[in-house]
C-alpha cells in the first residue's frame, strides 16, 4: 500500500511540475526575440471533419508547419497513411510530440527549427493551424516556396490573397477547413 502512494505522489509531482514548467515557459514568451505562438493542439473534432473528406492518396508526403505535438499528423499518417514530417519551434511541443510518438511507434520526421527555412517543393501536400496574423506575415512566401499543385490544408483560418478550391464546414455550418493549391 506504501508503494502505491509513493509512486502516486510521485506521478502527482511530475504532472505539477511539467505544468508549472509550461506556464513559466508560456511567460518567458513575452521576453523572447524569436516570438513563438501559444501551444494549441489540433481539435480532435476538426480531424473528424477532415476524416475521408481530403482529396489526399496514400504514400504522399505531407508536411506540418507549426505542429505543435503532432497530434494532426498522427492523424493524417493513421487515417490517409501518408508521410510526415514536421517543423516547429516550441521545445515544449515538441518534447511532448516526440514522447507520444515513441509511445505509440508513430515514425514521423521533426524539425526542430523554424519552418521559414524549410524546403517546401517536395510537398504534396502541406497543413496549417496557423493564427490569422501568422499567415498573414508567411502568405507570399508560402506561395512561392510550395510547387504547382501542392494541396493546402489549412485549419480554422484562412488566407487574405489567396481564396481556397474548397471549404469544409462544421456540424455548425461553420468553415472549419480551408483547401487552397498554388
Known amino acids: 500500500m506504501l508503494i502505491k502512494i509513493t509512486l502516486l505522489y510521485i506521478l502527482l509531482g511530475g504532472v505539477?511540475?511539467?505544468?508549472?514548467?509550461?506556464?513559466?515557459?508560456?511567460?518567458l514568451l513575452m521576453f523572447r526575440s524569436n516570438k513563438q505562438a501559444i501551444y494549441i493542439p489540433s481539435?480532435?473534432?476538426?480531424?473528424?471533419l477532415m476524416c475521408g473528406q481530403l482529396p489526399l492518396s496514400p504514400g504522399k508526403m505531407l508536411i506540418?508547419?507549426?505542429?505543435?505535438?503532432?497530434?494532426a499528423l498522427r492523424f493524417f499518417v493513421?487515417?490517409?497513411?501518408?508521410?510526415?514530417?514536421?517543423y516547429d519551434i516550441n521545445r515544449f511541443a515538441i518534447y511532448y510530440g516526440r514522447m507520444i510518438?515513441?509511445?505509440k511507434w508513430y515514425h514521423i520526421h521533426l524539425f526542430h527549427s523554424n519552418f521559414l527555412?524549410?524546403?517546401?517543393?517536395?510537398?504534396?501536400?502541406?497543413?496549417?493551424?496557423?493564427?490569422?496574423e501568422q499567415m498573414v506575415i508567411i502568405e507570399d512566401w508560402f506561395f512561392s516556396a510550395i510547387q504547382e499543385g501542392t494541396v493546402v490544408i489549412s485549419n480554422t483560418f484562412q488566407f487574405k490573397k489567396h481564396t481556397p478550391f474548397e471549404i469544409?464546414?462544421?456540424?455548425?455550418?461553420?468553415?472549419?477547413?480551408?483547401?487552397y493549391k498554388k
Open 101 to 103: 510518438n515513441w509511445l
Open 16 to 27: 505539477l511540475f511539467l505544468v508549472l514548467w509550461y506556464n513559466v515557459q508560456l511567460f
Open 64 to 71: 506540418d508547419l507549426g505542429c505543435g505535438d503532432g497530434k
Open 117 to 132: 527555412g524549410a524546403d517546401l517543393s517536395g510537398a504534396d501536400y502541406i497543413y496549417l493551424y496557423l493564427f490569422p
Open 78 to 86: 493513421r487515417e490517409y497513411h501518408l508521410k510526415c514530417l514536421w
Open 168 to 179: 469544409i464546414k462544421g456540424r455548425n455550418g461553420k468553415n472549419r477547413i480551408f483547401l
Open 43 to 48: 481539435f480532435t473534432k476538426d480531424l473528424s
